[in-house]
């Protein structure tokens, strides 16, 4: 076969094996319990996995980076008491929206600046930044949940729509967080900006070397990660209608685990947004069937671990593999 | 090299499936009898001792009413993730759901479903709006007997000294109401100084690590007094630390670990909130309800009562029968020995639950 009949062959997406594995998972719950499979119920699955997704989606980019960031459940729940305590204040519902978000991009951009002024891993700035991300709540809020109750605020478009108010025949969430997919997709993958985060993530002196403003990207990288966690709490307080002092607590694994199932090294230089995304409905799945199917809540941590560990595990003998031929 | 790849990509997908199938064999065996009525049990905490006492009460009440029951719940207490367990049981077509409601992000979703006609009810944590009735104690008036019971062992109104609190999750509403109890009757005495209230965290290590260091802080302290399941232990153990220590330590339920300090005479009381009910009276309310076609979308309470332990002393509510610490020990660990001591409770409270619902407004009064 000649080079160039080689290179007109279709080649499947570097997801596929992930998207297999989320329409096999479906199947096989679907099998054993049909009301699994009903559209309205795959539909709600999706929409309550939604906000878990979007954050895989973005920090995508930091992990394609090298990096990775302990702190975005915190800074969702900080952008959403922001955004919260603003409308409870009287603050229009617009605003207090641009407030929430703007919350969350200065407290990605406070990550960023700390890595590159002290030179550290993102990691390591992130473990003390999300203690006090999580404080500053605790202190807004008073430690109690935030929840706009007023029926004027109620009655808002924002929260009629997010919050099922409205019917459509898709959940508006979910609507807008394919939206921001793509957005991330075409940004990481299409942009000089998502080139460079590649590039530093695949040999960080080469890049530097080569004039990538490297400090630059990686302030806007976690201003970006900060911009999305803010988006993904100004949608949690419309989606549930109220902010707890524990919401986004639990988020760290699920979201990892869904980049990393999707096809995202933890080794960086590589990242597919979209795989990220089916990566959090395999998450989700998982969770799901584990109800479905009766699994004793004793087994469904051991159920869920295992399988994630599984998945990542096979990942990373594929890659392994790949990397020895070539 | 593609054929490697998809080699190893068709193995993971095989190995996956393989194992949901094999997850799905340890699939409760109640599982497998579709006629039976199902009712959905959910927890805010999977392995916490007191939540266990509360899910084999449950699991008491639907072997005693021929029902299958399905626990579930997240690892570590988080309102979206329990909402999301909720909503998924629903899905799967079970008859009635049960669920603590630990936070207010769940109030609009769980309102939704019992919108559905999905019979519900709450037990151990109120979700504040929720159309369902709840089992709980009185968590301001249980807060307000415990600070009193403290006052009165460190002489009363005329105290001078400083008495530690911690809450172990700041924020839980039943803890905060707990805690507001708590210091309204410690404030009877102007000499006190409330030292905190501390996080002391919910996770056994570090609850005796935060234990430990305020009591290091604070070591003339005159009370150490806990708001969750694990302090009682912890501060058992911090005072067995450090011999001669006069701190009393007191706080909440019936745990073994909790019984244990009890007994050694590390900690001094221990107020219970009788699991047995919070488990058993859901499921039976549940079942009684879809059986008898009786509505309970309407929030209401139900009390669970509160138990007042000492090392020498069991009050226990609704006239139980009267109960010594020995036995109270026992029982603990013993399901069978728990279901036989409530029995009384079952045929009388339990069974009469509709003339025993009362306003929501007394749960927090």
Redesign the interface.
């Known amino acids: 076969m000649s080079e160039k009949s080689k290179s007109k062959r279709f080649k499947f997406p570097e997801e596929t094996?992930v998207i297999?594995?989320l329409l096999?998972?479906i199947g096989?719950?679907g099998a054993?319990?049909p009301?699994?499979l009903?559209p309205e119920?795959l539909l709600?699955?999706a929409a309550?996995?939604s906000i878990s997704a979007l954050l895989a989606g973005c920090i995508v980019y930091l992990l394609a980076m090298g990096e990775i960031d302990l702190s975005f459940g915190w800074i969702l729940n900080l952008s959403a008491v922001v955004a919260g305590l603003a409308m409870i204040a009287g603050v229009p519902v617009w605003l207090s929206i641009i407030l929430g978000i703007f919350a969350g991009g200065m407290m990605g951009a406070i990550n960023g600046a700390l890595t590159v002024l002290m030179r550290l891993p993102l990691i390591i700035v992130t473990l003390g930044t999300a203690s006090i991300f999580q404080g500053i709540s605790?202190i807004s809020?008073k430690?109690?949940?935030v929840?706009p109750t007023d029926e004027k605020l109620r009655s808002n478009i924002f929260f009629r729509t997010l919050?099922?108010d409205i019917d459509t025949p898709i959940p508006f969430i979910l609507i807008f967080v394919v939206f921001c997919f793509v957005l991330l997709h075409l940004t990481l993958h299409k942009t000089r900006f998502g080139y460079r985060i590649l590039a530093i993530g695949s040999n960080p002196e080469a890049a530097r070397l080569a004039g990538i403003p490297t400090k630059r990207i990686k302030i806007l990288a976690c201003t970006l990660m900060g911009v999305v966690s803010g988006i993904g709490g100004v949608l949690?307080l419309g989606f549930?209608?109220?902010?707890?002092?524990?919401?986004g607590?639990?988020l760290l694994l699920p979201v990892v685990a869904a980049a990393i199932i999707g096809g995202t090294p933890l080794s960086g230089g590589a990242g597919t947004v979209w795989g990220s995304l089916y990566g959090a409905l395999i998450v989700g799945v998982i969770?799901?069937?584990?109800?479905?199917?009766?699994?004793?809540?004793?087994?469904?941590?051991l159920?869920t671990g295992?399988?994630i560990i599984?998945?990542i595990g096979?990942?990373q003998?594929?890659r392994v593999?790949?990397n020895r031929?070539? | 090299?593609i054929k490697?790849?998809r080699r190893?990509?068709w193995?993971?997908?095989a190995?996956?499936?393989a194992?949901?199938?094999t997850?799905?064999g340890?699939?409760?065996p109640?599982?497998a009898a579709p006629k039976k009525l199902t009712i959905g049990f959910v927890?805010h905490v999977?392995g916490n001792p007191f939540i266990n006492q509360i899910?084999e009460a449950a699991k008491m009440a639907a072997k005693d009413l021929n029902v299958n029951i399905?626990?579930?719940?997240?690892?570590?207490?988080?309102?979206?993730?329990q909402?999301?367990?909720v909503?998924?049981?629903a899905?799967?077509?079970v008859d009635g759901i049960a669920t603590s409601v630990?936070?207010?992000?769940?109030?609009?979703?769980l309102n939704?479903i019992i919108k559905t006609g999905m019979p519900m009810v709450q037990f151990n944590g109120l979700g504040v709006g929720v159309k369902a009735p709840y089992v709980g104690e009185k968590s301001v008036e249980s807060g307000r007997l415990l600070g009193k019971m403290v006052l009165d062992k460190i002489g009363g109104r005329t105290a001078k000294g400083d008495v530690i609190v911690g809450n172990c999750?700041?924020?839980?509403?039943v803890l905060?109401n707990r805690q507001k109890g708590v210091l309204e009757s410690l404030k009877k005495a102007p000499g006190i100084k409330i030292v905190g209230p501390s996080d002391v965290k919910v996770d056994a290590a570090a609850n005796f690590a935060a234990w430990q260091g305020l009591l290091a802080a604070n070591p003339d302290a005159l009370a150490m007094v806990g708001l969750c399941a694990p302090d009682v232990e912890s501060i058992g153990k911090v005072n067995a630390a450090k011999p001669g220590s006069k701190t009393i330590g007191a706080g909440y339920d019936l745990t073994t670990g909790n019984l244990e300090a009890l007994a050694n005479g590390t900690a001094h009381i221990s107020l219970g909130q009788t699991p047995f009910l919070q488990g058993y009276l859901p499921v039976y309310v549940l079942v009684d309800s879809i059986r008898n076609k009786i509505k309970i979308n309407r929030a209401r309470f139900l009390d669970s009562g509160t138990e007042i332990v000492t090392a020498t002393k069991v009050v226990q509510p609704f006239g139980s029968a009267p109960l010594t610490f020995k036995k109270l020990q026992k029982m603990s660990a013993s399901n069978k020995k728990t279901r036989k001591y409530y029995d009384k409770l079952v045929k009388t409270y339990v069974k009469d639950w509709r003339k025993n619902l009362k306003p929501i407004s007394e749960e927090s009064a």
């Open positions: 094996s297999f594995a096999l998972l096989i719950v054993m319990r009301n699994f009903k119920n709600n699955l309550s996995y605790l809020n430690s109690g949940s929840v919050g099922g949690f549930r209608g109220a902010v707890d002092p524990s919401t607590a639990n969770g799901v069937g584990i109800v479905f199917l009766g699994i004793n809540a004793v087994w469904s941590t159920v295992l399988v599984f998945a096979i990942d003998i594929v593999r790949k031929i070539s | 090299m490697v790849m190893s990509r193995t993971a997908v190995l996956t499936a194992m949901v199938v997850a799905a340890v699939a409760t109640a599982q927890v999977i899910i399905k626990v579930t719940g997240p690892a570590g207490a988080e309102g979206d993730a909402l999301t367990a909503q998924n049981l899905a799967s077509g630990p936070a207010a992000s769940m109030v609009n979703g939704a999750f700041p924020g839980f509403p905060e």
